[in-house]
């Protein structure tokens, strides 16, 4: 029985340790919140000296030390240390100086010469007592109930606080690890995205070397099933770069560069227009502010809003965009207007999900990704991206981002 109680006592000491660890706050500064509980601990006890005492393997340390100018002792000299082996909600000793187990203390027997002890022990939330709040006083005293609940009250303040610092510590490493992952996954998406699409290059290269060499020796046939060739590998390399921005809308972009709006998206229309020099397209910007936000970010909500303006057009119609800004005491709101095909009303919903496509690829080329990784974007950004539009008379994407990211 003996054995059992003793390995009882270690488990807990173990546990005792592993929770101080936990919460980080062995041999820490004093800190305001801790010095006023002891503070308000003494007032209401009418006692000269309050402690928020933190017992380890070999010394009990003061958290806040109100009247005493210690901030630890040997845990020889440990009266709390008894408290927290009690097992009791509540412990006192009206008077050490006549208790054998503490009338030898150096605490009692030299400065500063205490007489009676009032402990509350502090227990985590594995109900595994760590430490005490308590009051001691020079003379002889005794509380009262009220006094002795109100203690305890402030006692269960002290555990709230630490188990918030604990918790504190932990969304602090989530974050950490979280903030890793977002750049090995960036990395990932980069090496990925290059990696793929070196062969797809390479197939492309070796193919129109192909069709230059043979293409005499071609009949009608074999030039579709090349067409067919080139044009699937041209969907597959545009497949791998949305996969890459999709990547790239998980992640956490700084969104506190000024960006021009205006410069952004006139050069974003002029290199996609620049690529297809058959289509005939209008671009009207009104009114664009400079915000404060993530140029990357935005350059890929951009690139894929005007792609999708100049892509879903009805055959021989002259694209025509327009992209207006104004704000609001919180918010920039931007819309980008076309003169496409449209969306009809019972599509709307579905656009935003990804590879949700409501054309044929042999209608208007695409992977179904574009918009997906545009909300997720403007959604990491504090901010919203909703779509009104009708079937044959165009669509309008108004964005709406805060000025002050949260």
Known sequence: MLLVNERMVQEKEILRLKILDEYKILDTLPEQMYDDITTMAAS??????????LVDKHRQFFKSHYGIDINQTPIEDSVCSHAIQSGAPYFEITD?????????????TGEPKIVSYFGVPLESDEKIPFGTLSIITTEVLQLSELQRKALMSLAKQVVYLLELRKKNFLLDSYQE???????????????AAHDLRSPLRSINSFLKL????????????????????FENVQRMDKLVIDLLDLAKCH??????EKVNLHELISGIFEAQTKANTEQQAQLTLNKLPEITSSGIALTIVFQNLIA?????????NTAKIE???????????????????????DHLPAIFEPFKRLHTQSEFSGSGLGLTACKKIIENLKGTISVTSENNKGTVFTIELPKQQA
Not at 308 to 316: C, H
């Open 96 to 108: 050490l100086r006549k208790d054998s187990r503490f009338k030898d203390n150096r605490l009692v």
């Open 251 to 256: 992640m956490n972009h700084p969104a506190d």
């Open 323 to 345: 992209i207006s800004g104004r704000e609001t005491e919180k918010q920039w709101i931007i819309t980008v207007k076309d003169n496409g095909i449209g969306i009809e009303q």
């Open 308 to 316: 999708n303006a100049l892509k879903y057009q009805p055959k021989g």
């Open 177 to 191: 690890k979280l903030e890793n992952h977002s750049i090995n996954m960036e990395e990932f998406a980069f090496i």
């Open 210 to 229: 192909l069709e230059s060499k043979n293409s005499d020796l071609w009949d009608e046939k074999d030039r579709q099933y090349f067409g067919f060739i």
């Open 44 to 53: 209401i006890c009418n006692a000269p000296i309050a402690l928020i005492t």
